[in-house]
């Protein structure tokens, strides 16, 4: 039987982070490569990018990173093929590159609501296909890990200083969805497909939470919001041979607040 270290380790193993220069997805990036995963981590800012790779290869983790936009038309793509002339293959995908708007429904202009769709939903799709194509399914393996969001789960009133998102929800809703009908149909190649919904996490994406983070709290049954170290280890678990037979999962990381949104 292989061990725990066995099961979850992810040596050899190729990860690709969108969005991988800070926050959450800097977090992912971080755990992954503990676990012996060499890394690809992209993000629109290069001076981003390099601050990301002199912590990660502090830590003893090798890195390739690549300034792209995934929003633009041909991102997807020239995302996979900057990283596949680098290493080879990609064994793992985490999109978590996203983006946020706090807008009434019946103000948010089309051109932004399609930006949304188009980062958060579009752009995974398009990604996770052109690596599924080019890299997973020849091998017969891949692991694809969508960061969604707990939004995309539940709604919640835009009460209390809370602002409206139902765009950005719509969105996210999408992502999970995605995530279902993608494992679904990637199954029988070896490729699994998951889902994190992380709860509110103090971020820069985040910048306004300090106005609605006392009420955020007081309606979390484990009574604080998320903070660094809370996403690694559901990452890792769905990186890793442990989560072999998981597929079409969607993991709520957000200390309970789905259970009474």
Do not use: C
Not at 4 to 24: D, E, I, K, N, W
Not at 108 to 113: G, K, S, V
Not at 132 to 139: G, L, Q, V
């Amino acid at each position: 039987m292989n061990t725990p270290q066995q099961l979850f380790g992810l040596q050899g193993r190729v990860a690709l982070v969108t969005g991988g220069s800070r926050g959450l997805g800097l977090e992912i990036a971080s755990g992954l490569a503990a676990m012996g995963a060499r890394l690809a981590i992209s993000a629109r800012k290069p001076d981003d990018l390099a601050a990301a790779r002199e912590q990660l290869q502090a830590q003893g983790a090798e890195v390739l990173t690549v300034a792209n936009d995934l929003a633009a038309p041909e991102g997807p793509r020239e995302l996979a093929d900057a990283v596949l002339a680098h290493y080879g293959a990609v064994d793992v995908l985490v999109n978590n590159a996203g983006r946020g708007w706090a807008e009434p429904a019946e103000q948010m202009p089309p051109e932004r609501l399609r930006q949304l769709m188009r980062l958060n939903a579009e752009a995974p799709f398009e990604l996770g296909a052109e690596l599924a194509r080019r890299s997973m399914i020849p091998r017969g393996w891949g692991r694809v890990i969508n960061v969604a969001s707990i939004l995309g789960l539940r709604t919640r009133m835009p009460v209390g200083g809370r602002p409206p998102m139902a765009a950005y929800a719509t969105s996210k809703a999408a992502a999970v969805h995605m995530t279902r009908a993608l494992a679904a149909e990637w199954g029988r190649y070896g490729i699994t497909v998951n889902a994190i919904a992380p709860g509110p996490f103090p971020s820069r994406m985040n910048s306004s939470l300090g106005t609605v983070e006392a009420d955020f709290v007081s309606r979390t049954p484990t009574g604080r919001l998320g903070r660094e170290g809370d996403l690694k280890a559901a990452a890792i678990f769905f990186a890793s041979d442990a989560a072999a037979h998981v597929t079409g999962q969607v993991l709520a990381v957000d200390g309970g607040m789905s259970l009474v949104m």
